[in-house]
């Protein structure tokens, strides 16, 4: 990383999505299937990471997904991801969803995430990451959670 950037605040890495529902994104209680967010979910927290790190990136793992309230066919889900916490090679993204009513504008908290990234460097292997630099309270409150996260994940992996 010597000629790279080694220090980022968590606004650069900062994604918005927004993709409207359709009748083939749903069941037939016309809710989105939950596969379909997480998919979505997946491309906005890859997104965010490469942003980070400009470089290849890979799930390294999947924290905490809940699922808050449904989205119907016909409503756009809005996604923002950001890097939150980065390690030497991994970032942790969180992604937040939100179902938009189209005619009315009404926004629907839907869905909140966690996910861990790794960057890749031209031959596969992990390479370094830019630090990201948390700069208001609240985004050094989220840096501090997946600190801990990280922590809990590390000693969870003794165990396997």
């Given at each position: 990383m010597t000629?790279e950037?080694?220090?980022?605040?968590?606004?650069?890495?900062?994604?918005e999505?927004?993709?409207i529902?359709?009748?083939?994104?749903?069941?037939?209680?016309?809710?989105?299937?939950?596969?379909?967010i997480?998919s979505?979910?997946?491309?906005?927290?890859?997104?965010?990471?490469?942003?980070?790190?400009?470089?290849s990136?890979v799930?390294?793992?999947v924290?905490?997904?809940?699922?808050?309230?449904?989205?119907k066919?016909?409503?756009?889900?809005?996604?923002?991801?950001?890097v939150?916490?980065?390690?030497?090679?991994?970032m942790?993204?969180?992604?937040?969803v939100?179902?938009?009513?189209?005619?009315?504008?009404?926004?629907k908290?839907?869905?909140h995430a966690?996910?861990?990234y790794v960057a890749l460097?031209?031959?596969?292997s992990?390479?370094?990451?830019p630090k990201?630099?948390?700069?208001t309270?609240?985004?050094?409150?989220?840096?501090?959670?997946a600190?801990?996260?990280k922590?809990?994940?590390?000693?969870r992996?003794?165990?396997?």
């Amino acid at each position: 990383m010597t000629d790279e950037i080694k220090f980022k605040a968590v606004k650069e890495s900062k994604i918005e999505m927004i993709e409207i529902m359709l009748p083939n994104d749903a069941n037939t209680l016309g809710n989105v299937f939950g596969g379909r967010i997480m998919s979505l979910i997946d491309i906005a927290r890859g997104v965010a990471a490469m942003r980070h790190c400009r470089k290849s990136v890979v799930t390294a793992s999947v924290g905490d997904l809940h699922f808050i309230s449904p989205i119907k066919i016909g409503y756009m889900v809005i996604l923002e991801a950001v890097v939150i916490y980065t390690g030497r090679t991994s970032m942790e993204v969180e992604v937040t969803v939100w179902s938009e009513n189209p005619i009315t504008g009404e926004r629907k908290f839907t869905s909140h995430a966690h996910l861990t990234y790794v960057a890749l460097g031209s031959d596969g292997s992990h390479v370094e990451v830019p630090k990201v630099v948390p700069e208001t309270e609240d985004e050094k409150k989220r840096y501090e959670d997946a600190k801990k996260r990280k922590e809990e994940r590390i000693a969870r992996k003794s165990f396997v």
